[in-house]
């Protein structure tokens, strides 16, 4: 702010011969304006799609990976049997016995390997303990 | 009428922190209000050229491309002057200055009283013998009314080098119009 006298004088001699901005470069410079914004907000814009676009696609093979996995993995060739064995089902008069639990016996067989597994339990058979 | 123009910038700035900054018309509307202002700063420190229009327009432009920079707590007329100072010394960096200045290109009509237009072209004569740095620091403070705190953020020069500027300036203008007083 020009406080001094000689200041105020010069100022206003320089101020004297002011213009203004000519209306063909106002006009020119308001569609670059214009343009500039517009073109600037589309690019955005398509950024941001794209990065959208980018985190959907993430999404998609990461869940199908997640679901079809387990359908990929090849299946085992087992077979179980699982045979239950009794003892005597009658006693020597013919009355039937109480079906007994003698022996639990499971067989597992891996062709491919050709190695069968045998497990089984006997004699004091109890469903919630380990003979 | 700089604190119009600053109290309503101020309300500019406080609709643009809400709403989008990059909005062609918040752009427009804050141009506005202080493009006559920079474009006769423009038009003055390159002595009148044809080209202060391309120079005037390369300043918004580079404004427009610059404002995601902005922080709107600054003074965005100290901002864009920056800008404009940069681009006239860009300019003379790739042209030569003119070498005279001539009545011509200050004075657009012949409605003129003799006296006054010899005393407007004397001003402008002891302006254009100014280095153009010197000349940006004279219309920055003349033209435009910016204090001495501001044209050093705008130039990058230093309050002393500044006030030997205008000084200077001063003394010659006053010897020329014939006026005593000494500025303090």
Known sequence: MNTNKDDQMISKLVCRVDRSVPPAVKRELKKAIYKTLENRKTRMKRIFLSYQAAAIAVLLVISILTVIKPFTRPKPDTSRKFIVATHRTVDESGTPLNRQVYEIRSEFEIKKKKIKIIWFQRKTIDKGRKS | ?184
């Open chain 2, 1 to 184: 009428m700089d604190m119009k123009i600053s109290s309503t910038m101020s309300n500019f700035f406080s609709i643009l922190k809400k709403k989008d900054v990059l909005s062609s018309d918040s752009f427009i509307t804050l141009l506005e209000s202080i493009e006559d202002s920079l474009y006769n700063y423009i038009l003055k420190s390159i002595n009148f050229s044809e080209d202060a229009d391309d120079v005037y327009q390369d300043t918004v432009l580079r404004a427009l491309k610059y404002l995601h920079t902005f922080k709107s707590e600054y003074s965005f007329k100290t901002w864009i002057f920056t800008i404009a100072t940069n681009q006239v010394r860009y300019y003379f960096k790739r042209n030569k200055p003119n070498s005279s200045l001539y009545e011509d290109s200050i004075f657009t009509d012949d409605d003129w009283d003799r006296q006054e237009k010899t005393r407007i072209s004397e001003v402008f004569r002891i302006a254009e013998q100014l280095k153009p740095r010197q000349r940006q620091v004279f219309f920055l403070f003349y033209q435009n009314g910016f204090s001495i705190k501001e044209i050093s953020e705008i130039t990058g020069l230093k309050s002393g080098n500044i006030r030997f500027i205008l000084n200077q300036s001063r003394e010659s203008i006053k010897a020329y119009l014939g006026v005593n007083n000494e500025y303090k």
